[in-house]
């Protein structure tokens, strides 16, 4: 015989079967954002770069290597041809991460603290799972933390050299360490003019690259980088700063008659890298479009600015 539930029974009834469907719902989603059977996540529910062992990371890494490559491949013909580097700044983003990059085929990694980068380039996991790994330092460099930044294992490249007196120091630094290669080294070039920035004023390039091809032995000239301005208006023009780095190149290779293929030109950030290839770069330095935001809590009044200023006009390119 059939006993219909009283009215307490039903609403218990009824209470259990809304939490199943919430459980549920909340198991889909846990499996979503895995990228399990019902495949990647909902637009909403991306994160970019996120925690080590979520598909975040991979995912933005794969989109900005084919942002890269697309942006190579519209490069005018007179332009020099090769792939551009793409470094993935790591500055406040833990050693997992790092790693989980590098998994996902990443090699070039750029830090902006000598400590922090000293730290990183030296923790044991990375040392074990990353023996490919090229660091590239970003940041200013002050000349008492030379000698620490030639420490740092697998350092591939300082992109900030900005005066001929730091050139003489890490040069001589670096002859001491007794390694058999030479330092690469990028000359920073302050195109801007802002104060916050840091780098040579544009007049004294050629002849600080000078300076280094002939008196600095233990270093080897690569490229000339800069940050540019921020927040430039694209439908007012090409990047004034990025075309006075190309300039300053074309410059260089004809007076120090060097080929232009053998300078490099280190341009391009999160929020305009795009731009920076299709008008020349080779090396772009991009950080929170991989990792994802970085924490404040570590970095000082000026970095925050200029992060901040950065964000402002990555919402205009994305
Ligand atoms: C010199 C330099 N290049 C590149 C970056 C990466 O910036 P973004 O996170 O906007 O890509 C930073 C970040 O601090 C930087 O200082």
């Known amino acids: 015989m059939y006993l219909f539930p009283d009215r307490l029974t039903r609403f ?3 209470a259990r079967c809304q939490s199943w469907s919430r459980a549920k719902t909340r198991r889909r989603m846990v499996e979503r954002r895995r990228g399990g059977k019902e495949g990647p996540p909902p637009r909403g529910m991306r994160r970019i770069g996120g925690m080590a062992g979520e598909p975040g990371l991979g995912l933005a890494l794969r989109a900005v290597t084919e942002r890269v490559q697309q942006a190579a491949a ?3 013909q007179d332009l020099p041809a090769v792939q551009p580097r793409l470094v993935a700044v790591s500055k406040t983003k833990p050693a997992d991460m790092v790693i989980e990059a590098y998994i996902h085929g990443q090699r070039s990694f750029g830090e902006n603290y000598v400590q922090e980068l000293l730290e990183k380039a030296s923790n044991a996991k990375i040392l074990s799972s990353c023996p490919e790994i090229k660091w590239h330092f970003i940041g200013h460099l002050q000349k008492h933390n030379v000698n620490k930044l030639i420490t740092v294992p697998n350092l591939f490249m300082l992109e900030t050299v900005d005066s001929v007196k730091l ?15 030479r330092l690469k080294v990028m000359v ?5 003019g802002e104060e916050s920035k840091h780098g040579l004023l544009p007049a004294d390039t050629v002849a600080t690259v000078e300076h280094i091809n002939t008196k600095c032995p233990s270093l080897e000239f690569v490229g000339l980088m800069t940050i540019g301005s921020f927040g430039h208006d694209l439908s007012q023009g090409p990047n004034p700063d990025f075309q006075m780095l190309v300039s300053l190149r074309k410059e260089l290779c004809e007076k120090l008659n060097m080929s232009t293929d053998s300078v490099e030109l280190s341009m391009g950030m999160s929020m ?5 290839i299709e008008v020349g770069s080779t090396n772009v330095r991009i950080g929170s479009t991989i990792f994802g935001e970085r924490d404040y809590a570590k970095k000082s009044a000026v970095d925050k600015a200029m992060d901040m200023k950065a964000k402002e006009g990555m919402a205009q390119e994305l």
């Open 167 to 181: 050139a003489d120091r890490v040069n001589s630094s670096w002859q001491k360490k007794g390694s058999p290669e």
């Open 74 to 76: 519209r490069r005018p």
């Open 188 to 192: 920073q070039v302050n195109t801007s």
């Open 12 to 14: 218990f009834i009824r």
């Open 272 to 276: 305009d890298f795009q731009h920076a």
